[in-house]
C-alpha cells in the first residue's frame, strides 16, 4: 500500500476512533510499526492528525481545524467517487448547476466536464480549473471572496455574488454531519458563503461520506431537514442511516461497484 492510501486510511480511522493505537494501525495496514510512525509523523504535521504517545488522535480544536485541498482529495477516493457518481446521474443540459468547494464536489466536477452542457457556478477555484483545463462546453460563473485552506472562497464577495443567482440543484460538500449541529464547517465565513448557495437553489444535494457522520465544525450551515436529499456511500453505520432517513428529505447510498466507474470516467 501506498503512502497516500495508508494516510487516508489513518485519517479515516482517527475520524472513526477519535483515537488509534500504533500497533492496531500496523496490524490493520499489514505494515511495521516504523512505517505506521513515520505516516503518523508525516500527518501530524500536515495537521491531519495529532501524534500522542503509542498513537494519534483528532487535531486539537477539532472545531476549527480545516485540512488543505491536498491532504483532504487523497482520502477516500472511491467513495468520493462513487457518491459523485451517483450526483453526475441527475444533472441534465441546460440546467444551472452549484456547486460548493470540497473534494467530493471536486470528484463531482471532473464527471460533469465530460458531460452535457451546463451552467455551473462554484465558489472553488479547483472545480472552475476542472471545466477550463477539461475544455468543457460549460458555462463557469466563480464567485469571488476569501479563499479559505480548503481552497474555498468565502465571505461578502462570495454571499453578494450568490444572492444574484437561481440554481436548479445545488451539490453542498460539508465537514461533518451530527444529528444536534447538522451539517457544520470549521470555517464560520463558509458557512454563511453556503447558507446563501442554499437559497439560491431549488433544489439541494449534500454530498457526504460516512466519515463525516459525528463529525463537527464549529459553524453550523443547516439543519439535517434542509437537505433535500444526501448522498454517501455503504459505509455509513446503521445508526447513521436510521436517523438521516427521518431527517433529510431523502437518503442515497452510492452502490460501492459505482466506484470504479466514476474513476474511470474522471
Given at each position: 500500500?501506498?503512502?497516500?492510501?495508508?494516510?487516508?486510511?489513518?485519517?479515516?480511522?482517527?475520524?472513526?476512533?477519535?483515537?488509534?493505537?500504533?500497533?492496531?494501525?500496523?496490524?490493520?495496514?499489514?505494515?511495521?510499526?516504523?512505517?505506521?510512525?513515520?505516516?503518523?509523523?508525516?500527518?501530524?504535521?500536515?495537521?491531519?492528525?495529532?501524534?500522542?504517545?503509542?498513537?494519534?488522535?483528532?487535531?486539537?480544536?477539532?472545531?476549527?481545524?480545516?485540512?488543505?485541498?491536498?491532504?483532504?482529495?487523497?482520502?477516500?477516493?472511491?467513495?468520493?467517487?462513487?457518491?459523485?457518481?451517483?450526483?453526475?446521474?441527475?444533472?441534465?443540459?441546460?440546467?444551472?448547476?452549484?456547486?460548493?468547494?470540497?473534494?467530493?464536489?471536486?470528484?463531482?466536477?471532473?464527471?460533469?466536464?465530460?458531460?452535457?452542457?451546463?451552467?455551473?457556478?462554484?465558489?472553488?477555484?479547483?472545480?472552475?480549473?476542472?471545466?477550463?483545463?477539461?475544455?468543457?462546453?460549460?458555462?463557469?460563473?466563480?464567485?469571488?471572496?476569501?479563499?479559505?485552506?480548503?481552497?474555498?472562497?468565502?465571505g461578502p464577495l462570495a454571499t453578494s455574488a450568490l444572492k444574484q443567482l437561481h440554481l436548479d440543484v445545488l451539490f453542498l460538500g460539508v465537514?461533518?454531519?451530527?444529528?444536534?449541529?447538522?451539517?457544520?464547517?470549521?470555517?464560520?465565513?463558509?458557512?454563511?458563503?453556503?447558507?446563501?448557495?442554499?437559497?439560491?437553489?431549488?433544489?439541494?444535494?449534500?454530498?457526504?461520506?460516512?466519515?463525516?457522520?459525528?463529525?463537527?465544525?464549529?459553524?453550523?450551515?443547516?439543519g439535517l431537514e434542509e437537505a433535500d436529499e444526501l448522498i454517501s456511500d455503504e459505509g455509513l453505520p446503521g445508526e447513521a442511516r436510521r436517523?438521516?432517513?427521518?431527517?433529510?428529505?431523502?437518503?442515497?447510498?452510492?452502490?460501492?461497484?459505482?466506484?470504479?466507474?466514476?474513476?474511470?470516467?474522471?
Amino acid at each position: 500500500m501506498l503512502a497516500p492510501a495508508r494516510h487516508a486510511a489513518i485519517i479515516a480511522e482517527v475520524q472513526r476512533e477519535r483515537i488509534v493505537r500504533v500497533a492496531d494501525l500496523a496490524q490493520m495496514l499489514g505494515v511495521s510499526l516504523m512505517t505506521v510512525r513515520r505516516d503518523i509523523d508525516a500527518l501530524d504535521a500536515a495537521g491531519a492528525v495529532e501524534k500522542i504517545h503509542g498513537g494519534a488522535k483528532l487535531p486539537g480544536g477539532a472545531s476549527t481545524h480545516e485540512p488543505g485541498f491536498e491532504l483532504k482529495v487523497t482520502q477516500l477516493q472511491e467513495e468520493k467517487a462513487a457518491i459523485a457518481q451517483e450526483a453526475a446521474a441527475q444533472v441534465r443540459e441546460g440546467m444551472a448547476v452549484g456547486l460548493s468547494a470540497g473534494t467530493t464536489t471536486w470528484a463531482l466536477a471532473r464527471l460533469l466536464c465530460a458531460g452535457p452542457r451546463i451552467t455551473v457556478v462554484t465558489n472553488s477555484v479547483r472545480i472552475a480549473d476542472v471545466f477550463h483545463q477539461g475544455s468543457s462546453p460549460s458555462a463557469v460563473i466563480l464567485t469571488g471572496g476569501e479563499r479559505t485552506p480548503s481552497d474555498a472562497l468565502v465571505g461578502p464577495l462570495a454571499t453578494s455574488a450568490l444572492k444574484q443567482l437561481h440554481l436548479d440543484v445545488l451539490f453542498l460538500g460539508v465537514h461533518g454531519v451530527d444529528t444536534d449541529a447538522g451539517f457544520t464547517t470549521p470555517n464560520v465565513l463558509e458557512a454563511e458563503t453556503d447558507r446563501a448557495f442554499m437559497a439560491a437553489a431549488r433544489r439541494v444535494v449534500v454530498l457526504a461520506d460516512h466519515t463525516k457522520w459525528g463529525t463537527f465544525g464549529i459553524s453550523t450551515i443547516a439543519g439535517l431537514e434542509e437537505a433535500d436529499e444526501l448522498i454517501s456511500d455503504e459505509g455509513l453505520p446503521g445508526e447513521a442511516r436510521r436517523i438521516l432517513s427521518d431527517r433529510v428529505g431523502r437518503l442515497r447510498l452510492a452502490p460501492a461497484g459505482s466506484a470504479a466507474a466514476a474513476v474511470e470516467a474522471g
